[in-house]
């Protein structure tokens, strides 16, 4: 079981356990964190976050709240992306 952690900066902001199968906004909400959401399917881009460290799921193909170029920068979508292991999450977008 990893711990997910979730940072603004160099601010942490809150942390929980690993919880199997469950999204980064999900683990945000378990660890006292706001992750804003809209579409909550990868669609529009709204729960944009910066992976720090460690592993988050993507969508193959990449829904249109991604592309290419932003994964390669860190970006992760909140409301579909599942994290795996120790993960460090900056809850600003990479952009």
Known sequence: MGLIRFLRGAKLLGQTNEIPGKSLVEH??????????N????NCGS???TLLSGDVSLPDPLTPGLDEE???EG???GCIGVPSGDVEID???PI
Request: charge should be neutral.
């Open 47 to 49: 729960c944009m976050v």
């Open 91 to 93: 809850i600003l977008p």
């Open 75 to 77: 970006a992760r979508l």
């Open 70 to 72: 932003i994964v390669s």
């Open 39 to 42: 579409c909550t399917s990868g």
């Open 28 to 37: 945000a909400h378990a660890a006292n964190v706001d992750i804003p959401t």
